[in-house]
């Protein structure tokens, strides 16, 4: 961890190599299980793929989580090896996961003031297509008129044309907003901008924990008191540390994102004035918010020069 960047090597494709291998042969054998579960319905085969499916959970998240923490080095095989790249954006095992972060390499820091103004401008369009979202929903007729709609929302130019049924008009709707949705988030991953949305991520995970821990208690509470309450309590602090480990995973996939963010934090002074997600800056009075994910991450540095280098080395490819 304490190596200089000249001395940190290529790792993420070694890593995707055996993690393709390795999912790859589960899902495999997951096929065939649901093979033999189609043909005999036994109880058995539907409990082992139910624990098969558990561990391909599992896997593909520890995938992810690679992926997360070495966005840079993906970043550097899409530029220098794009037939690698493809490759990977392509394979049965791992692509689907590849493909999902493939958004995020394309982000670029930029000034606050024209961060904030693409953020305004983005809202905007939002508001439009909620606008036409209802409007639509409302048309008489199964056929809508791209030109007036557009004419109307000018957020919607390019995703209608002609007279598409209404169906295929509130799908082409849903598809912008995430398009938009995306780039708002690739404007609010700016070193600028984050705090902001990590703030309200910190109140969130401070909430869930204290929701989690009262629902702990309501566990030992229920001891005793019969199988049906045991069971509710139970199933309801699953649930609530399921959606408190899920809000964790995002705030670690917003600071692995910005490393250069990350940096910054961890460098900062002590003092009682950190915004609330900082690691214990401001004593007790100070909420944790995502300060332990915080200084659980990492940031991996790379020499450019020497990890292109490496990777030639490594794939066979002449200096």
């Not at 004419?151 to 169906?167: I, Q, R, V």
């Amino acid at each position: 961890m304490g190596a200089s960047p000249e001395k940190v090597l290529p790792v993420l494709i070694d890593d995707l190599e055996r993690a393709a291998e390795e999912l790859g042969k589960k899902k495999q054998e997951y096929q065939g299980l649901s093979r033999e579960y189609r043909r005999f319905y036994s109880k058995d085969l539907r409990e082992e793929m139910a624990a098969l499916r558990e561990e391909i959970t599992l896997m593909s998240r520890g995938i992810d989580e690679s992926l997360y923490e070495n966005l840079r080095e993906l970043l550097l095989i899409k530029r220098y090896f794009p037939d690698l790249y493809a490759m990977l954006l392509d394979d049965k095992a791992i692509g689907k996961l590849v493909r999902g972060k493939d958004w995020l390499l394309v982000r670029k820091e930029e000034k606050k003031e024209d961060a904030e103004r693409a953020l305004r401008e983005l809202k905007a369009q939002r508001a439009q297509l909620r606008e036409a979202r209802k409007f639509i929903a409302k048309w008489p007729r199964s056929a809508i008129d791209a030109k007036s709609i557009t004419a109307t929302w000018p957020a919607l130019k390019g995703a209608l044309e002609g007279e598409p049924e209404k169906e295929d008009a509130l799908d082409a709707i849903r598809k912008k907003e995430r398009d938009i949705v995306r780039r708002g988030w690739l404007i609010l991953l700016n070193e600028s901008m984050i705090a902001a949305p990590l703030g309200k991520i910190a109140g969130k995970i401070d909430k869930l924990r204290s929701e989690e821990e009262a629902k702990r208690a309501g566990v030992e509470a229920s001891r005793g008191k019969g199988s049906v309450k045991e069971y509710e309590a139970l199933r309801d602090y699953e649930k609530a540390k399921k959606e408190r480990e899920r809000m964790e995973r995002i705030a670690r996939h917003l600071l692995l994102a910005n490393p250069g963010f990350v940096e910054k934090m961890k460098k900062a002074p002590k003092q009682p004035s950190r915004p609330v997600f900082m690691p214990g800056r401001a004593g007790k009075a100070n909420k944790p918010g995502v300060g332990k994910i915080l200084d659980s991450i990492v940031v991996r540095k790379i020499n450019e020069t020497v990890w292109l280098k490496e990777m030639k080395t490594k794939l066979g490819i002449p200096d």
